[in-house]
């Protein structure tokens, strides 16, 4: 988004969101009433898709690129490492942001927000998002929980400057929030590897649950879109791709696999295998189906070089892809043969027609969850 004279930076972007559809007109006093600006701090990092890296904007530095910041379709990271990392530089993690505008807005369009709900948000994050709920359905009928102490009291203070008091909770989402439940709607604006249980108990049969959803395989995600049946059980396709940071408590922790790969590995004899290119290895939807059929795997892509990890085992799989398209160099070490199963779950989807997230759903019962292509008849544990 950038400023110009027909308006200012805020109605440019709110014109962008509804000309795209990621606003629906219902959204639209919302939206114009909850300035984004008004919950991002002094000094914020934005993210750059091009670069895939971030941009900082420091409000003290330069109030009008800072405020065009605030109103570009970019994500903006507001804290690192939950909070250990100081200072102007980027940190090793984003652990807390303000969401892309056209996906709070797209998902907020998907949760419908119809009059009469109460309103579970999981990751308040700025609090922008808990506003915008509250300018749609009043602050009496939405709850926020955010984990980290810090961004809840600035969550907190930015809301009550906006007017707005909903009930933000500090604690750890996973929990949702029983002492307000049940709920209508569920948003989770951070991402799961598993559904918490207690978001299905805490929504009342018919109410529905948002979440990003993904596997340990690979940060990427897909939006689930499950409802809440009479039985307990909740279930519901996946919408579309997205990106979120990981719930804590879900997080992978990558010294699991530090005694996988032995230092002098290069050693190990290497196989040209197949004629998987990195581009198909890497693909949007190759990478969330792969995550759904490679039970407790993880991959690793770093320039021409993808490792994958067991988590069960210490079976792991270097491919060592060549500049020019060719078959990958490919090591294999473990009880598990990783290399083996990855290409026979390529060719699986690739017969199946190279189905996207959206045709993939899941269900959530209190005994765990499972995902499902197509339909539910047909269900694999995940
Ligand atoms: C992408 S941000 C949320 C964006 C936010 N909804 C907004 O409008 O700015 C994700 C947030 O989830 C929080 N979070 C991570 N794990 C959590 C957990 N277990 N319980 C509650 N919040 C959590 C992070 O601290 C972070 O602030």
Same mark, same amino acid.
């Given at each position: ?7 200012? =930076?805020?109605?440019?972007?709110? &014109? ?10 219902? /959204? ?18 934005? /993210? ?17 690129? +800072? ?7 970019? =994500? ?43 309103? #579970? !948000? ?16 009043? !602050?009496?009928? @939405? ?7 810090? @961004? ?23 929990? *949702? ?15 799961? &590897? ?10 009342? =049969?018919?109410?529905? @649950? ?21 039985? *307990?059980?909740?279930? *519901? %396709? ?13 997080? #992978?922790?990558? *010294? ?6 032995? !230092?002098?590995?290069?050693?190990? =004899? ?5 004629? @998987? ?29 993808? /490792? ?24 294999? #070490?473990?009880? &598990? %043969?990783? +290399? ?10 690739? &017969? ?31």
């Amino acid at each position: 988004m950038t400023d110009t004279d027909t308006g200012r =930076p805020s109605d440019e972007l709110g &014109r962008y969101l509804l000309d795209r559809g990621d606003m629906t007109s219902d /959204w639209a006093v919302p939206f114009a009433a909850v300035p984004r600006a008004a919950f991002l701090p002094d000094r914020m990092w934005v /993210w750059d898709m091009e670069t895939q890296g971030t941009e900082l904007h420091d409000k003290q530095d330069d109030l009008a690129a +800072w405020t065009r910041a605030a109103y570009r379709d970019a =994500p903006i990271v507001t804290q690192w490492d939950d909070g250990r990392h100081a200072g102007s530089t980027a940190g090793r993690l984003a652990t807390s942001s303000a969401s892309m505008p056209s996906v709070v807005l797209s998902m907020l369009r998907d949760l419908d927000v119809v009059d009469g709900v109460r309103v #579970l !948000e999981i990751g308040t994050g700025t609090g922008w998002n808990a506003g915008l709920l509250c300018a749609r359905r009043g !602050e009496a009928n @939405v709850v926020t929980v955010e984990v980290d102490a810090q @961004v809840a009291a600035t969550a907190r203070t930015a809301l009550g400057r906006a007017g707005l008091r909903p009930a933000v909770v500090c604690g750890d989402g996973a929990a *949702g929030y029983g002492v307000r439940a049940p709920y209508d709607r569920v948003i989770a604006t951070v991402g799961v &590897r598993s559904v918490p249980y207690a978001w299905i108990e805490q929504t009342r =049969p018919g109410g529905i @649950v948002l979440t990003p959803w993904g596997t340990h395989y690979s940060n990427q995600e897909a939006l689930a879109r499950l409802t809440v049946d009479e039985d *307990g059980t909740a279930s *519901g %396709p996946f919408l579309r791709p997205v990106e979120f940071m990981t719930l804590r408590g879900q997080r #992978l922790d990558w *010294g699991r696999f530090s005694g996988h790969v032995p !230092e002098d590995y290069a050693s190990i =004899p290497a196989v040209r295998r197949s004629c @998987v290119t990195l581009a198909e290895l890497t693909g949007t939807a190759q990478q969330f189906v792969c995550g759904l059929r490679m039970h407790r795997c993880a991959q690793v892509v770093n320039g021409r070089r993808v /490792w994958l990890f067991d988590m069960d085992s210490t079976s792991w799989v270097l491919a060592e892809f060549p500049e020019e398209d060719g078959p990958p160099l490919v090591r294999q #070490l473990g009880p &598990r %043969p990783l +290399w083996d199963e990855l290409l026979c779950v390529l060719e699986w989807w690739r &017969r199946g027609g190279s189905p996207g997230p959206r045709h993939f759903g899941l269900t959530v019962t209190p005994n765990g969850q499972s995902a499902w292509l197509l339909d539910r008849a047909n269900a694999w544990v995940v």
